[in-house]
């Protein structure tokens, strides 16, 4: 069974500093798309970042990056320049069976002012 | 503007009562799915659906169904027969019928409770 494990339930940081929140899975599949959402306080799912498997460089938006490991199956977020609005949690996921996305069990983040 | 509309946002159920959660999107994508999120878990799969009159049953189906009459529509029903149904739902969509791999534009979600 393709898996997603999110080890951290909970973080918390200080606002303006660097938090890496972890992510591994198990999958079989040579050619995928892993993501992390966001679930703020309103419930919304706001998708923070992609990566593609088959791509050596990491992906980045803005303040945000993934340090991906393919061959250990690692695909951590980091959040640079932490800020209140960061406060949510976070969800890695990946496709399974080739058209649908299982889902991490989520971490809360606290950013702390 | 393009999205998914769910409604109702908060719903109650009464013991044995059958409820029927509605999603619908307006951003022409072909794949459909409905989630249910309990606190402390991630979301779990209940159903989803690729293209019209076609559907399949995700990791927690029982108690639950679905139907896809149209593309822009993937309605959820709550029956009786799920027993612990509280718990916030989400539908979401994807474009095309295979990996989604943009991603997928999630609803604002509904809360359900059993009174």
């Known amino acids: 069974a393709q898996t997603v494990t999110q080890s951290q339930p909970e973080m918390s940081v200080q606002e303006a500093e660097t938090v890496t929140l972890s992510c591994t899975y198990d999958?079989?599949?040579?050619?995928?798309?892993l993501f992390w959402y966001k679930q703020p306080p309103s419930r919304q799912m706001i998708l923070v970042i992609r990566?593609?498997?088959?791509?050596?460089q990491n992906a980045t938006e803005n303040r945000f990056s993934v340090n991906f490991q393919k061959a250990a199956k690692s695909f951590s977020l980091k959040i640079s320049d932490s800020q209140l609005g960061d406060t949510a949690m976070y969800f890695c996921?990946?496709?399974?069976?080739?058209?649908?996305?299982?889902f991490g069990a989520g971490t809360i983040l606290r950013v702390k002012s | 503007d393009g999205g998914i509309t769910q409604s109702p946002k908060y719903l109650f159920r009464k013991e044995g009562q059958n409820v029927t959660l509605s999603c619908e999107q307006n951003?022409?994508?072909?794949?459909m799915y409905w989630y249910r999120q309990d606190p402390g878990q991630g979301l779990r799969l209940i159903y989803y659906?690729?293209?019209?009159?076609?559907?399949q049953k995700g990791d927690i189906a029982e108690g639950y169904s679905v139907s896809r009459e149209k593309k822009e529509s993937f309605p959820l029903t709550v029956t009786s027969a799920q027993k612990n149904p509280t718990a916030f739902y989400l539908c979401?969509?994807?474009?095309?019928?295979?990996?989604?791999?943009?991603?997928?534009?999630f609803g604002s979600g509904t809360r359900l409770t059993v009174v």
């Open positions: 979401a969509s994807s474009s095309g019928q295979g990996p989604p791999n943009y991603g997928y534009t």
């Open positions: 999958t079989s599949e040579n050619n995928y798309y």
């Open positions: 990566q593609e498997a088959y791509k050596q």
């Open positions: 996921a990946f496709p399974t069976g080739g058209n649908k996305l299982v």
């Open positions: 951003l022409n994508h072909d794949a």
């Open positions: 659906s690729q293209i019209v009159n076609d559907f």
